[in-house]
């Protein structure tokens, strides 16, 4: 049995949990959190320790998963955890991952440890589909259409203006620009032409509706390059109809062999972003305990690892089932 360990109890926390429930190689032997220990209620009978006590827990955890933020919490945490456990963690801060694998790698290699740094759908299996596509299709273009799905950073920005109580943004593709892309057309699309953005806003009592919606409609590096609509809706609105966390997405490439046009497309439909994010992450974790047995040390991306040490199957039972 595989020994994991969990940093950070979230919603990423918790999805990760539950991944563990539906695997037979994996055991979970500790969650960390930076809260009370004693205040956390969690769903299996794992011991919950404090963050600053997982130096005291190094031999008894053969991976961790670090279930933090990419924005403060990740950049310090995976290059500490490094130092003592086999690592995955979820990094999606695109223009930093080439400084985050470096302090990642550095460490690691120190440790003997692997850390296998940005696993998830994008970055993770949709930057995985990317390079295969562009392997295969040299001559091309690629496409990334993102959703229909909550964006929680987005909806985040939405919660501060002045006046919101609440608020839950879904980026949805424009289904021209797909259908344009699917048919061959090999369009030139702006920011504004892929995406348009869905707010749904619960406003607090006597907040100016309008000036809400004008401001989160202009807010520059979120809302201002898209077509965004904002509607207003009550409290129990908001928890009836957008408690849950979908998303999903498509790449698409389209490329010419001679005379001859090609698409491929790898797509995604989720009722939960953290709880697939959490199952891709596991089987992730189970690669980096194989290679960490194999001798392997420092940081890894989602291209270094043979899908083999993915699953929980032999060989044998791979080429005969799956090949």
Not at 48 to 63: F, L
Request: net charge negative; proline share 4%.
């Amino acid at each position: 049995m595989i020994r994991l360990g969990i940093l950070g109890y979230g919603n990423l926390g918790r999805g990760v949990e539950k991944a563990v429930a539906a695997a037979d190689d994996i055991t979970l032997a500790a969650v960390f959190t930076r809260r009370d220990p004693k205040s956390l209620k969690i769903a299996s009978d794992a011991p919950v320790y404090s963050a600053g006590e997982m130096a005291a827990h190094k031999d008894d955890i053969d991976v961790l998963i670090l279930c933090g933020g990419s924005a403060n919490d990740l950049p310090e945490q995976t290059p500490d955890a490094v130092k003592l456990f086999n690592v995955v963690d979820s990094f999606d801060t695109h223009a930093r991952i080439p400084e985050h694998f470096a302090n990642v790698d550095r460490n690691a290699k120190e440790s003997g440890k692997v850390g296998i740094i940005s696993i998830g759908w994008d970055p993770g299996l949709f930057s995985l589909m990317r390079l295969l596509f562009n392997a295969v299709l040299p001559d091309g273009k690629d496409y990334t259409f993102w959703g229909k799905g909550v964006s929680q950073g987005h909806s985040d920005a939405a919660r501060r203006v002045e006046g919101v109580a609440d608020a839950r943004q879904y980026t949805v593709p424009v289904a021209a620009a797909v259908e344009r892309v699917r048919k061959g057309e090999d369009p030139e699309l702006t920011t504004r032409e892929k995406h348009t953005r869905e707010c749904y806003v619960v406003a607090k009592e006597g907040a100016d509706k309008d000036k809400i919606a004008e401001t989160i409609k202009n807010m520059p590096n979120y809302y201002a390059e898209y077509d965004t609509t904002v509607n207003f809706i009550t409290e129990e609105e908001m928890k009836r109809d957008h408690s849950a966390l979908p998303h999903g997405g498509c790449v698409i490439r389209s490329g010419r062999t001679g005379d001859n046009h090609h698409t491929m497309e790898f797509s995604l439909k989720l009722d939960s972003n953290p709880e697939f994010t959490s199952s891709v992450l596991l089987c992730y974790a189970r690669a980096a305990y194989r290679l960490n047995c194999e001798g392997a040390s420092g940081a890894k991306t989602i291209f270094d690892i043979p899908p083999a040490y993915l699953i929980n199957m032999s060989g044998e039972e791979i080429r005969a089932h799956l090949l």
